[in-house]
């Protein structure tokens, strides 16, 4: 049932969003158009054929995503050629995949394994944004639950490898990562560093080779996005209510530091909640699209941290309507 619902969205186009165009608009960017997406501007490249079909609002905005995953994007791009049907349908098929994937590794660490199948199979949000969509939150999660999995079966230094992809996607798994660390220092837990530095240098290695220090900018517009909000974001509830944006924003980010306080005073005695790390990201985030709830639900089911699932769940309820009017 839950690769029934994941893989169905595969029938239809491109749903509700046009990020996956702009993956392949930066991965033609750097294999195709000779220019590098951590410095060179979509609109730079009016020829590029992803120009016309991905976000408007990214044009002027250089990539704000991982070296990890901009890698991956530039032989993307070159097997998708002009296509847009093409490139559209290679990112929705991995988001699929890599959704099936934290799913199955929900189950792994669950010990009610049917429960966290279905608590992460059969959330249609997830479909209809990943083999829908095509975002790359999917790819987060697989990576991290994947971390999680090799860290429990005692590979430790693949498990810091896979943390580090995660982190080469988007930079929020840093959180999560420390969070562990927290843990591991807490209870004493042996953990390996060799995988993990030895993953991020190559990465590194690789980034500089191909994109210089540029790459570094991604920095830049995450911390511009940081300052817009988003229509479902908590901050701009508040402003609905009536705050001053400054107040609500300070509001907001205040009780995400104390949170995630609170979160890390937890993890030093021994626990470290991701589930609900991530979810109090999503709470804290100005910039909150329905897709994250990726970073939340797999790992709420694996940790069967029955709060964790509730705000998630609630999460999913609330961010529904952002993009499917009902």
Sequence with gaps: MAAAIQLAPLAGPLLLSTDAWTYWEYGRIAAVEGGNPYRDEPREFPGNPAFPHAGAAWRDTTSVYGPLF????EPI?????????AAAWIYKAAAAVAMLAATALAARRARRK???VAFVGWNPLLAVHMAGGGHNDA???ALVLAALALGAAGRRQLAGVAWAAAIGVKWVPAVLLAMRALEARGTRRRVGHAGFAAAVAVMTALAVWRYGLDWLRAF???ARN?????SYALPHRLEQLGL????ALGLVLGGLAVALALLARQALRGRARLGLTACALLLGTPWLAAWYVAWAVPLAAAEE?????????GLCAYLLPQAVPI
Excluded at 70 to 73: C, D, G, P, R
Excluded at 77 to 85: I, N, T
Excluded at 305 to 313: C, F, G, H, K
């Design 70 to 73: 901009t890698l991956a994007s």
């Design 77 to 85: 791009a070159l097997v998708s050629g002009r296509s847009e049907d």
């Design 220 to 222: 830049g517009p995450l």
């Design 114 to 116: 049917a429960l966290a």
């Design 139 to 141: 790819w987060l999660a």
């Design 305 to 313: 941290d029955r709060t964790a699932r509730l705000v998630a769940l």
């Design 244 to 247: 001053p944006h400054g107040v």
């Design 226 to 230: 940081a300052g817009t909000e988003t």
